[in-house]
T-cell receptor, first 116, second 112 residues
């Protein structure tokens, strides 16, 4: 899996957009960017993933730069319940034959604190 | 409804006394993972099953074993827990490789 770099922590005011950056300069052409989050004392939760186009779902938006070396997860209207550790992971979504199992490996993540 | 269920949520065991943590899933996913997460650290993959094929991480201690009797259930056995094995243990599943994983709520293990 390609390595990712995320800020250790970020703060956001409730109701404002939270923009969480991730650098993945060694990403391969067939690797997707995945985001998970982990609320305190719970298991990680899948948020979103994308290859090169911007993606949006009910939880968040994912913006991937044209060179795919970095991405930003956007929570458009952060709430107190969005306080969590956010993990950016790159991995192949559909492994090619003979490339081996694509494990889900977590980096250190960004601790997002949403305050009133 | 919970799709990946871990029991119990909290487990206290004695130093050196074997303990088993369980995970069940209703998703019929063929891949199941076990992670160890210590305080303020990221989850660390211990091993995974791809169908019946067991895959151990190179740095997973021999003290940790796993069983998967059928698609729905997977167990983590710690043969002789040490104080350093106190952690949150997370079970996850996915459909094939590379797809999003679904995690259980975890079992917090305390060793006394």
């Amino acid at each position: 899996d390609a390595k990712t770099t995320q800020p250790t922590s970020m703060d956001c005011a409730e109701g404002r957009a939270a923009n969480l950056p991730c650098n993945h300069s060694t990403i391969s052409g067939n690797e997707y960017v995945y985001w998970y989050r982990q609320i305190h004392s719970q298991g990680p939760q899948y948020i979103i993933h994308g290859l090169k186009n911007n993606e949006t779902n009910e939880m968040a938006s994912l913006i991937i730069t044209e060179d795919r070396k970095s991405s930003t997860l956007i929570l458009p209207h952060a709430t107190l319940r969005d306080t969590a550790v956010y993990y950016c992971i790159v991995r192949v979504a559909r492994a090619l034959v003979g490339t081996g199992f694509q494990k889900l490996v977590f980096g250190t993540g960004t601790r997002l604190l949403v305050s009133p | 409804d919970a799709m990946v269920i871990q029991n119990p949520r909290y487990q206290v065991t004695q130093f050196g006394k074997p303990v088993t943590l369980s995970c069940s899933q209703t998703l019929n996913h063929n891949v199941m993972y076990w992670y160890q997460q210590k305080s303020s650290q990221a989850p660390k993959l211990l091993f995974h099953y791809y169908d019946k094929d067991f895959n151990n991480e190179a740095d997973t201690p021999d003290n940790f074993q796993s069983r998967r009797p059928n698609t729905s259930f997977c167990f983590l056995d710690i043969r002789s827990p040490g104080l350093g094995d106190a952690a949150m243990y997370l079970c996850a599943t996915s459909l094939g490789q590379g797809t999003e994983a679904f995690f259980g709520q975890g079992t917090r293990l305390t060793v006394v």
